[in-house]
């Protein structure tokens, strides 16, 4: 983070100076947080209150870890009585956004800065890593951590630049219209990426076609002079070309004629290797053509790649650059089609950490297609947010594993019922599908009845907290091997959270 000391961020933000703060000397920072557990030497502890909790409760942790300074809403003192040094201001969140604001015009007064924004119902955080993997070869990268996205994360991650950052990668999620605008107000992004319009979270927003709209907001944001990254394979994301005044790069799997879009990073030869993960040649406008093939599993993740190649070309990556990056690249966040080998032979695949009806289907697909000679085992929990659609959604999944002869179906949980009445309608009979109310009642199935070569794939909702039985399940015997990198400590200040 660039020095900001009280009276700047009093002035950023229109806030009030308190306590030693008020004196106007001293109190800079070089770092913020909004969790006190991660406070050190020289930390503005960012006091915000939140569904469970208030950071206000906290101030005094922060200080004891070696927070310099606290951006509050209300004045907090310590058990004497004396006020904490602080920035005392109306909404601690609104304020972290100028803040933001403030870093990132800055960091573009200080140097070269190019600031890529990503935003789609689901892959956001994928594209990101594999974007951020590729850019960090060519120069000094931040990125969010997990699924960093919205109104606290995208500041949060602001925070982490400094004057030698030269790519910035956000991603962007919303609840509602008007959100991304907000965002990308923040960042004011050159290059903005979006990859598909779903069905998630159709129940938030209001439908579908509200979600195109929420979606659209980041091409708008942009200026002539950069590019919008559109996924030419989306009839509502191509369409979002009118509503931009940059100049637009398209992804797609298909071939040229089928869209029209001379302008396109294109994958041709498309398919998957035994372990399912994409392999493609990668098509570039300059007519560069190269061999991919990813450490991602499943199919659906090549239009992620296609898109982070798409931003990486637009921001003046070479072709051989770009490819080096992506080849054999695997997953950098944690629950997204996760595998794991167990020593007995039980392989594990964890893509529970969020879920809709597209995302669910291509898990689907790649559990059968990993299982064409195995068991195969879906525990599959509810999909949050789909409104009046819910129940419809849910059933056509369960039919939906029927058709692709999933050989278990465990459904998880009252709001994920519709999946299991739907596969029995589909034609599963006996025991091919089973339907609990808790993922402990899973866990004694699979304990139970998980047998050398079965695979087995966790898929639902953040919410669901599926994520957790799969990790359980992957550790019941030692792994041999495992897709799983550095695995950040769970949060608990609502940072992350289903992207959408």
């Known amino acids: 983070m660039i020095e900001l000391n009280a009276a700047e961020i009093a002035a950023i933000t229109g806030g009030e100076l308190i306590g030693p703060a008020a004196q106007g000397t001293g109190f800079a920072v070089t770092s913020a947080t909004t969790d006190s557990r991660e406070a050190t030497q020289g930390s503005l502890f960012i006091a915000k209150p939140g569904e469970n909790?208030?950071?206000?409760?906290?101030?005094?942790?922060?200080?004891?870890?070696?927070?310099?300074?606290?951006?509050?809403?209300?004045?907090?003192?310590?058990?004497?009585?004396?006020?904490?040094?602080?920035?005392?201001?109306?909404d601690v969140v609104l304020a972290m956004g100028a803040m933001a604001a403030e870093i990132i015009r800055r960091l573009r007064e200080n140097g070269e800065l190019t600031v890529i924004g990503i935003t789609g119902s689901a892959g956001k955080t994928t594209t990101k890593d594999l974007l951020a993997g590729v850019l960090a070869s060519a120069g000094p990268t931040v990125a969010p951590v997990g699924s960093y996205n919205g109104e606290v994360g995208l500041p949060l991650t602001v925070f982490t630049a400094d004057c030698d950052t030269r790519y910035l990668v956000m991603e962007m999620g919303a609840t509602g219209i008007g959100h991304i605008r907000y965002l990308a107000d923040i960042v004011k992004p050159d290059i903005g990426v979006v990859l598909f319009v779903g069905s998630a979270h159709a129940g938030e927003f209001g439908g579908v076609e509200n979600i195109a709209v929420a979606k659209g907001e980041l091409v708008e944001a942009l200026p002539a002079t950069g590019t919008a990254i559109l996924n030419a394979d989306d009839v509502r994301v191509a369409a979002m070309a009118s509503r931009t005044q940059a100049p637009v790069l398209y992804f797609t799997s298909s071939p040229e004629e089928a869209h029209g879009t001379k302008n396109a990073v294109r994958a041709v030869d498309t398919g998957t290797d035994a372990e399912g993960r994409p392999v493609f040649t990668?098509?570039?406008?300059?007519?560069?053509?190269?061999?991919?093939?990813?450490?991602?599993?499943?199919?659906?993740?090549?239009?992620?790649?296609?898109?982070?190649?798409?931003?990486?070309?637009?921001?003046?990556?070479?072709?051989?650059?770009?490819?080096?990056?992506?080849?054999?690249?695997?997953?950098?966040?944690?629950?997204?089609m996760?595998?794991?080998?167990?020593?007995?032979?039980?392989?594990?695949?964890?893509?529970?950490?969020?879920?809709?009806?597209?995302?669910?289907?291509?898990?689907?697909?790649?559990?059968?297609?990993?299982?064409?000679?195995?068991?195969?085992?879906?525990?599959?929990?509810?999909?949050?947010?789909?409104?009046?659609?819910?129940?419809?959604?849910?059933?056509?999944?369960?039919?939906?594993?029927?058709?692709?002869?999933?050989?278990?179906?465990?459904?998880?949980?009252?709001?994920?019922?519709?999946?299991?009445?739907?596969?029995?309608?589909?034609?599963?009979?006996?025991?091919?599908?089973?339907f609990v109310e808790t993922a402990e009642d899973a866990e004694r199935i699979l304990e139970e009845s998980l047998a050398p070569g079965d695979i087995v794939l966790f898929k639902s909702s953040n919410g669901a907290a599926l994520r957790f039985l799969g990790d359980r399940i992957a550790l019941t015997s030692a792994p041999?091997?495992?897709?799983?990198?550095?695995?950040?400590?769970?949060?608990?200040?609502?940072t992350g959270g289903d992207t959408k």
């Open 282 to 336: 990668l098509l570039l406008p300059d007519g560069g053509r190269y061999g991919i093939r990813s450490g991602l599993i499943g199919a659906h993740h090549t239009a992620n790649l296609l898109a982070a190649a798409a931003a990486a070309y637009a921001a003046g990556i070479p072709g051989e650059q770009i490819a080096a990056g992506l080849n054999g690249r695997a997953a950098a966040s944690r629950w997204r």
């Open 53 to 90: 909790s208030d950071g206000h409760l906290f101030v005094g942790a922060a200080f004891d870890q070696g927070a310099q300074l606290a951006l509050v809403e209300r004045p907090v003192t310590d058990d004497a009585g004396n006020l904490f040094p602080a920035v005392m201001v109306p």
């Open 480 to 494: 041999l091997t495992s897709t799983d990198s550095a695995v950040p400590p769970v949060r608990t200040d609502g």
């Open 338 to 434: 996760e595998r794991t080998d167990r020593a007995d032979g039980v392989t594990v695949i964890n893509d529970a950490y969020n879920a809709n009806p597209e995302s669910m289907r291509a898990a689907l697909r790649t559990l059968a297609e990993l299982g064409r000679e195995r068991r195969t085992w879906a525990v599959l929990g509810e999909m949050l947010e789909l409104g009046d659609d819910s129940v419809t959604e849910h059933d056509a999944i369960g039919r939906y594993a029927v058709r692709l002869n999933i050989s278990k179906l465990i459904v998880v949980g009252t709001g994920a019922r519709a999946m299991h009445t739907g596969a029995v309608m589909e034609g599963s009979w006996g025991d091919e599908s089973t």
